[in-house]
Each structure stands twice: as structure tokens, then as C-alpha cells.
């Protein structure tokens, strides 16, 4: 019953907004599953989807979802396309996050090929940082622009870093290091911090990248469920999905609920996503033009939510 009267309290001590809301969905292709992650390209026209057999699709009005990208040299798509075994993983890849930079290159973080860059027509990806050894980075989680998360070890361990990758000189800085579970970063709109969510420790940190309190991190926000996957809407506010959780006996129940936070770690809205999500995770809440989009990486999800807000 713990879990039950935390919820309720978190619902009745924050004055934020709850939305009113319409859902629709966009079925993914046939046995694919588990769309961890969203993106729009830099024009906000077409959207990106990773999804857990390895791809990245893209949606247009013509064919629906079509195939974009893939992390792995080794990939086929006779081997590949729906699958959900957790095995095939290294030779189909497992991209976590996904991010277009101004230019419209995308920025991919697979848990098995690490840093990944395509350009404008997609195909196989090209890897770019590897470690201070010299190997692929494994288990990176998150990516905006140029920044990194990633989570080395068995989580929930306190060992995750953040990490900054600069395209020109192809290197790689520790930013941060000691992190519960790394799950999200988000850059400001004006790029002077950066969000980062800490999955094992229920926060969300504020990494300054320029200012007084310039390379210096706070804590933004204390949340009373694990943060996922942290993205800026096009007005500099951020949406990050939480994974509350309620005892209903026998069992307990997953209820995610999306949170808009603003820089000041305000919680603006939530919404409450578990009508449409019932017993899973949402990973990622991607708001565009009166819509937010949503992304599970549970394979019982084969739908990308649009939630009108
Ligand atoms: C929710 O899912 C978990 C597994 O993730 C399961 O153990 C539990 O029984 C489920 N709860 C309900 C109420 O279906």
C-alpha cells in the first residue's frame, strides 16, 4: 500500500495542471515492437522512431513507416525485421536514443554500437567516439546534439557518466560521473545547461554548460518515480516520463505518467498515460504542434501514442 499513498500524495501536493486529452495511435509495421525512441527532423516534418528489432523508421503520409537507418554492420533484415529476441541484440543492434543536429544529421546511441552518425539518406550508420581503450562504447543510453549518457555496469549502480562528444576534434569529456542510471539529457533551448536524468536515484540534474555556474551541476528536481527519457518541446519547456508504481494486490502495477517541467524545475502539466499504457513504461514524450508523442521499450507496446494537448 506504500507505493499507492506516495502516488496520492505526489497527485495532491503539486498544484500542476492535469490535461484534458485525446488519443490516437500510430500502429507500427507488423510484429514490430517497442518504440523507445522519438525524434523530429529539424523542420518538425517527419518523425523518427528506434524500435527494438534494430531499425530506425521514419513516417510518411505515402508509406507509412519505412526503414531509415541501422546501427548494425552485421544487420539483416531477413534475421532482423520483428524480432524481439533479446539475443539478436549485437548483430541487429538496439538503438536507445535518437537526435538530429541543426545540420540534420542524426545522432544515434545503440547499446551495442555506441555513437552513431547517419546523414539525410539514411542506411547503415557511421560509429564515431569509441572509448579511452579504444572499443565501442557499450550501454549508452541517452544523446542531444552532442552530449552523452551512458550506463556501464548492472544497474540500479551509481557508476553512470555524462559525457560530451565534440564532432570536430572527435573527442570525448567526462562531464559527470558517479550517475544512478543515466536515462535522458536534454539541452536548453538557449544551450547554456542541460538536463540529465537519473533513472536509479528518481532526479533530474541541471548541467550548466555556460555561466557562473558554468561545468557545475544542481539537482533540478526530486521526482517520486524513476525519470525515462528527457526531450525539449519547441517553446524550451522539457517532457520526461516517469514510471510510477502501484500496489494492487496480489501485484503491482506500472503507471506512467508524463511530466512538462520547465527550467526552473517547475512541473507545469502531467498527463497520466496508463488508460494507453497499462502495466508498462513510456520512455519517451515528445511534444509537437498540440501533440505528444509517445514511445514504450516494452515489447507489448506496437504503437507510437499521439495524445492531443
Ligand atoms: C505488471 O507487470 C509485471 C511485470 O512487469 C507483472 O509482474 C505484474 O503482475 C503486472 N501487474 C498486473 C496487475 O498485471
Not at 211 to 217: D, E, I, S, V
Not at 232 to 238: A, C, E, I, T
Request: hydrophobic residues 45%.
Amino acid at each position: 500500500m506504500a507505493s499507492k499513498l506516495f502516488i496520492f500524495i505526489f497527485f495532491s501536493s503539486l498544484p500542476f495542471v492535469v490535461l484534458s486529452q485525446s488519443f490516437s495511435t500510430i500502429q507500427l509495421p507488423q510484429n514490430v515492437r517497442a518504440p523507445v525512441s522519438l525524434t523530429f527532423d529539424p523542420l518538425g516534418k517527419a518523425l523518427y522512431v528506434a524500435v527494438s528489432d534494430g531499425r530506425i523508421l521514419w513516417l510518411n503520409s505515402k508509406f507509412g513507416f519505412t526503414d531509415f537507418a541501422y546501427t548494425a554492420p552485421t544487420r539483416t533484415k531477413q534475421l532482423c525485421d520483428g524480432t524481439t529476441n533479446p539475443d539478436l541484440g549485437p548483430v541487429c543492434g538496439k538503438p536507445y536514443s535518437l537526435s538530429f543536429s541543426r545540420r540534420g544529421d542524426l545522432y544515434i546511441v545503440d547499446a551495442y554500437f555506441g555513437l552513431l552518425v547517419v546523414g539525410r539518406n539514411g542506411g547503415f550508420a557511421t560509429q564515431l567516439a569509441t572509448s579511452a581503450e579504444g572499443v565501442p562504447f557499450r550501454f549508452l543510453t541517452a544523446l542531444d546534439v552532442d552530449l552523452l549518457t551512458e550506463i556501464p555496469g548492472v544497474p540500479p549502480d551509481a557508476t553512470g557518466r555524462f559525457m560530451k562528444y565534440d564532432p570536430r576534434t572527435r573527442q570525448v569529456t567526462v562531464l559527470l560521473r558517479g550517475l544512478s542510471r543515466p536515462s535522458g539529457v536534454a539541452v536548453s533551448l538557449d544551450r547554456s545547461f542541460v538536463l540529465v536524468s537519473e533513472n536509479s536515484a528518481n532526479r533530474i540534474l541541471k548541467y550548466w554548460l555556460r555561466g557562473r555556474k558554468a561545468n557545475t551541476a544542481e539537482i533540478l528536481i526530486s521526482l517520486p518515480a524513476a525519470p525515462n527519457q528527457i526531450k525539449r518541446n519547441p517553446v524550451g519547456d522539457f517532457w520526461v516520463p516517469i514510471r510510477a508504481v502501484a500496489n494492487q494486490q496480489p501485484t503491482s502495477v506500472i503507471m506512467p505518467i508524463g511530466l512538462k517541467i520547465n527550467r526552473f524545475g517547475v512541473v507545469l502539466a502531467s498527463i497520466s498515460f496508463s488508460a494507453q499504457y497499462y502495466n508498462v513504461s513510456v520512455s519517451v514524450a515528445l511534444e509537437l504542434n498540440h501533440a505528444l508523442y509517445t514511445g514504450s521499450s516494452f515489447n507489448a507496446v506496437d504503437f507510437v501514442g499521439a495524445y492531443t494537448i
